[in-house]
């Protein structure tokens, strides 16, 4: 472009590369330049830091002796398998959802193979710092087994395509089969419910937390707002009294005054009891994230449907509910975020979950006084899982959102990917 | 509204610690002294035991990479079981925190509670516990540098003493200084870690804590040798088994076990030369090991209970030397045989 075209107003700038970025964001004024200097020093230095510490003062032999036990407790050795088995059909059936769900797209496109090499590469590394050759085999055989299956449920999908919304249904019956697998209920002898510990426990409390509060506060939700006094009010009382109660005070509650209550001999397992403390606790508050969806759908919706002479039901499982949920998919995955972090609570109310395993391991001779390093594990590991929901609950809402784009096809054929989010 | 949700929950509240009460009430008065509702019989029928521990306490009670549970207390809890099923791994191990602790005691989620508990007029009366002979004689120790030239509490006089926040530790702390009437500065703390570190870094001059916690943390400082933990102490933490009131049956049969691998050390038994003692001619040995008289079928226990702990598990200076002397170096003290001037001291066995 050497030729100087003579047009009234210039051209836009069309420099690129990462020197005019950061030419343009960063180094724009004096003043820019100044506190991007002094950021990036104290960056570095932040890093720098970090690194040698990580790499000559931290010894790392306490993450990786007890790499198991962090993740399944003390969940016995020979029956391991159980846990590979139950992991791979969980597995399976996400390989084969996601082939459903994405029939109608290419699998793979460059941005998710350079994922999945991301993601072999990074299991391959951890796995071979911290654990044997077996696990790092099983790892990327399962890795593997998503592949196969997301191509299978593609081709599955596209023969059946409504089998999208026979999905829910079918994590439920895979989550009870694997879970019955783990307790050993189905073949083999029971571990006891009490007796699962570390990763393994925190996700089992978490999920089925998650699952069961969901409902109820779709419920409690409907019910503060139902016409009927008594469901109103019964509904209001629960939710403000334990949104006026500490999640430990409920904890502590279900741990030490439900034993004292119940007549003896009738003892509800721990965990057990841990569940319904926490189930009770996030439902009162994701009632409260569900009202505002209600609130936020327009009374005409409402209206409408009555005028097409649906009935009560119909009109809220129909028309209210989904456009009242599919608003407040942030705020209800960050409840779930937070429950999710909460379960290192039972930590202190004697559970052995991923915090309190990782108590446990400290208290080791062995390993006294190596709690940064396990703390800073434990964290990744939190930080992991819950990245995993947050972006799932991106991908979600771009999926529910992506009719409405549909619906001119012209808006969404050119349109650069990755438009939603949030 | 307000008004009425606190008037609701003030209500709520009201009736369970009514019905709380009530059933504690009631478990005690049930509890009773009569054989069949022993929670000796509970247990043998159940076939396994269930043990309080604190399961976080290094050298009582942690997890080892192994996935076992392992420290002093854990082994007594193993003892127990040796004593009654001859197998030590007949145990299921609850984590407790200290809060729960005696209730899940009281509402018999446990056996027995071997969970680092200090024993207290208040605990062995009011609150209903039953307490075994201690199995560790802890105390408030002071930690301090070998260059300070600190030599006793004295001479701690005007020093700023790292604690950690809310334990009787802080209290126990105040109360000998007033009383002493030396002037310190304390440095609170809420997390342990962060309470070493400063000590390490010099922004106190002590740290204090029960001395078996001093002795664990010091190994973990930079150079452990520049550091020493005084002898004098300033508090009795004796700590020990304990189990529920009006069950003397079962407090019996812990209570011996504890005093079982007290004897055996005295006696020289030990999980190696048991085999030689077998045959021994001496009369406490053999009542000990149940070759002679009906001291353990008495109680309502294998009458070679004691073998069978001593074959599992050991006697008291072997669990002592695995769990607390070997990895802490800690020295046996208080917690050496009274015949050589320590306090471990069991009643005769005939």
Same mark, same amino acid.
């Given at each position: 472009m050497t030729t100087i075209l003579p047009q009234s107003s210039a051209p836009p700038v069309t420099t690129v590369g990462p020197w005019a970025w950061a030419k343009k964001?960063?180094?724009?004024s004096w003043l820019n330049t100044l506190l991007t200097i002094i950021s990036a020093a104290f960056l570095a230095w932040v890093l720098i830091s970090f690194l040698s510490w990580a790499f $000559?003062?931290?010894?790392w032999n306490a993450v990786r002796d007890n790499f198991r036990l962090f993740l399944v407790?003390?969940?016995p050795v020979q029956l391991l398998w159980r846990i590979w088995a139950s992991l791979g059909l969980i597995v399976a059936v996400g390989g084969l959802s996601w082939g459903v769900l994405a029939r $109608?797209?290419?699998?793979?496109?460059r941005r998710g193979l350079v994922m999945l090499g991301i993601l072999a590469a990074s299991i391959l590394i951890v796995l071979g710092l911290l654990a044997d050759p077996t696990s790092i085999a099983i790892s990327l055989g399962l890795l593997v087994l998503v592949v196969g299956t997301a191509f299978l449920g593609q081709q599955i999908g596209q023969v059946k395509p409504q089998l999208g919304s026979w999905l829910p249904l079918f994590w439920l019956l895979t989550f009870l089969l694997a879970y019955a697998l783990v307790r050993g209920l189905i073949i083999g002898p029971q571990v006891k419910l009490d007796d699962l510990t570390g990763l393994l426990l925190t996700l089992l409390t978490a999920i089925v937390s998650i699952v069961l509060s969901f409902p109820i506060g779709v419920l409690l939700a409907l019910g503060r707002r139902s016409e009927l006094p008594v469901i109103r009010w019964l509904s209001i009382v629960y939710i403000e009294v334990i949104r006026g109660l500490p999640l430990v005070t409920i904890l502590f509650a279900a741990s030490l005054l439900v034993p004292l209550v119940l007549?003896?001999?009738m003892r509800p397992d721990r965990v057990l009891r841990a569940i319904v403390g926490l189930t009770m606790f996030s439902a009162a508050y994701l009632a409260e994230n569900v009202r505002g969806g209600l609130q936020s759908v327009p009374r005409g919706q409402a209206e409408a449907a009555k005028a097409l002479g649906m009935n009560p039901l119909l009109t809220t499982t129909l028309i209210v509910l989904p456009q009242a949920l599919k608003a407040v998919i942030p705020t209800i995955v960050g409840q779930f975020i937070s429950l999710f972090k909460d379960t290192s609570l039972l930590a202190i109310i004697g559970l052995a979950e991923l915090l309190g395993m990782g108590q446990s391991v400290l208290a080791n001779p062995q390993y006294n006084g190596r709690s940064s390093e396990v703390f800073l594990f434990i964290g990744l590991i939190y930080f992991l899982c819950c990245s995993i929901m947050s972006w799932a609950s991106r991908r979600l809402e771009r999926q529910l959102n992506a009719p409405k784009r549909a619906v001119d096809p012209a808006l969404t054929t050119n349109r650069p990917d990755g438009g939603g989010g949030g | 509204m307000r008004k009425w949700i606190s008037l609701l929950l003030a209500t709520i509240l009201t009736a369970a610690v009514a019905v709380a009460c009530a059933s504690t009430g009631d478990s005690t008065a049930q509890g009773?002294?009569?054989?069949?509702?022993?929670t000796l019989n509970t247990v043998t029928s159940r076939g396994s035991l269930i043990c309080g521990v604190n399961?976080?306490?290094?050298?009582?009670s942690f997890v080892d990479n192994t996935g076992e549970y392992s420290g002093m207390d854990v082994d007594f809890c193993r003892a127990i079981a040796a004593a009654l099923?001859?197998?030590?791994?007949k145990v299921e191990f609850r984590n407790l925190s200290a809060q729960e602790r005696f209730t899940a005691l009281a509402a018999g989620e446990i056996d027995v509670l071997i969970r680092n508990t200090t024993w207290t007029i208040n605990r062995d009366t009011a609150l209903g516990l039953e307490f075994a002979p201690t199995t560790f004689f802890d105390g408030q120790g002071m930690l301090v540098t070998t260059?300070?030239?600190?030599?006793?509490?004295?001479?701690?006089?005007?020093k700023s003493i790292c604690v950690q926040s809310g334990t009787t530790t802080e209290q126990n702390l105040t109360d000998r200084f007033r009383k002493l009437n030396i002037p310190f500065t304390p440095v609170v703390f809420d997390d342990e870690d962060a309470l070493y570190s400063a000590f390490a870094q010099g922004r106190c001059q002590a740290a204090t804590s029960d001395r078996s916690q001093l002795t664990a943390r010091r190994k973990t400082?930079?150079?452990?040798?520049?550091y020493v933990v005084l002898d004098e102490v300033i508090s009795k933490e004796p700590l020990g088994p304990a189990t529920r009131n009006n069950d003397s049956r079962w407090a019996d049969a812990v209570k011996w076990v504890v005093f079982g691998t007290f004897q055996a050390e005295e006696l020289g038994i030990t999980k190696d030369n048991l085999a030689q003692f077998?045959?021994?001619?001496d009369p406490e040995v053999k009542r000990l090991l149940g070759k002679e008289g009906t001291l353990g079928s008495d109680m309502?226990?294998?009458?070679d209970f004691m073998a069978r702990v001593i074959k599992h598990v050991g006697n008291y200076g072997e669990i002592y030397e695995r769990n607390i002397g070997g990895p802490?170096?800690?020295?046996?003290?208080?917690?050496?045989l009274w015949t050589n001037g320590g306090l471990i001291y069991a009643p005769p066995f005939r």
């Open positions: 964001n960063l180094f724009s $000559t003062e931290a010894q407790g003390r969940y $109608t797209s290419r699998l793979f496109d007549p003896s001999g | 009773g002294d009569n054989n069949a509702n022993s399961g976080q306490l290094p050298g009582f099923f001859d197998d030590p791994t260059a300070s030239g600190i030599r006793d509490v004295k001479g701690l006089s005007g400082l930079p150079n452990p040798d520049n077998e045959n021994s001619n309502g226990l294998p009458n802490f170096q800690l020295e046996r003290g208080p917690n050496e």
